[in-house]
T-cell receptor, first 111, second 113 residues
Framework: ELKVEQNPLFLSMQEGKNYTIYCNYS?????LYWYRQDPGKSLESLFV?????AVKQEGRLMASLDTKARLSTLHITAAVHDLSATYFC???????????FGTGTLLAVQP | EPEVTQTPSHQVTQMGQEVILRCVPI?????FYWYRQILGQKVEFLVS????????KSEIFDDQFSVERPDGSNFTLKIRSTKLEDSAMYFC???????????FGPGTRLTVL
């Protein structure tokens, strides 16, 4: 059974600082997604990573994938308050394209 | 930009009642999904649907749950006899192809009293 774990669960950081969220998964998968969720809102797709060594960047966020280590990272550069949200990684879980979500990381960027 | 829509945004019901949650997927998408998120917890897969039949369902999706695509645009989730533990945010998602990104609707918050 595919399991997905994220850490940390909660991250409080100051504006301007850098930090990384980690996503580990238990079995082989050929794609991984990062989603953002604002409080009470839906899930917004940020990145899809399709192959080993894939790196995607959008603004202050950069995601990478190491399929051999079964690890993805979401790196935040020079955080700003607008990045405050919960970030989920989700791993493609089989032939029907179901997504198995991680536990989520609640990011709070303090001024 | 096309988006997934869901109605209602919030549904309050009494335990034992039936509820139907409605979704309109993106118009040219072929794959449809329901997920749920209990408050403060992670998002959990419920069911996937393609070509008018269930492709896969989770252990959560027991006999009290059903899905239907009654016409060319709507995709519904029915819970026959709601329980307190069914209280959650229910998200509909759709994708154009099996390997495409899933786009999520705004969710329906179901509260069972």
């Amino acid at each position: 059974e595919l399991k997905v774990e994220q850490n940390p669960l909660f991250l409080s950081m100051q504006e301007g600082k850098n930090y990384t969220i980690y996503c580990n998964y238990s079995t082989t998968s050929d794609r991984l997604y990062w989603y953002r969720q604002d409080p009470g809102k839906s899930l917004e797709s940020l990145f899809v990573l399709l192959s080993n060594g894939a790196v995607k960047q959008e603004g202050r966020l950069m995601a990478s994938l190491d399929t051999k280590a079964r690890l993805s990272t979401l790196h935040i550069t020079a955080a700003v308050h607008d990045l405050s949200a919960t970030y989920f990684c989700a791993v493609y879980g089989g032939a029907t394209n179901k997504l198995i979500f991680g536990t989520g990381t609640l990011l709070a960027v303090q001024p | 930009e096309p988006e997934v829509t869901q109605t209602p945004s919030h549904q309050v019901t009494q335990m034992g009642q039936e509820v139907i949650l409605r979704c309109v997927p993106i118009s040219n998408h072929l794959y449809f999904y329901w997920y749920r998120q209990i408050l403060g917890q992670k998002v959990e897969f419920l069911v996937s649907f393609y070509n008018n039949e269930i492709s896969e369902k989770s252990e959560i999706f027991d006999d009290q749950f059903s899905v239907e695509r009654p016409d060319g645009s709507n995709f519904t989730l029915k819970i026959r006899s709601t329980k307190l533990e069914d209280s959650a945010m229910y998200f509909c998602a759709s994708s154009g192809d099996l390997s495409d990104t899933q786009y999520f609707g705004p969710g329906t918050r179901l509260t069972v009293l």
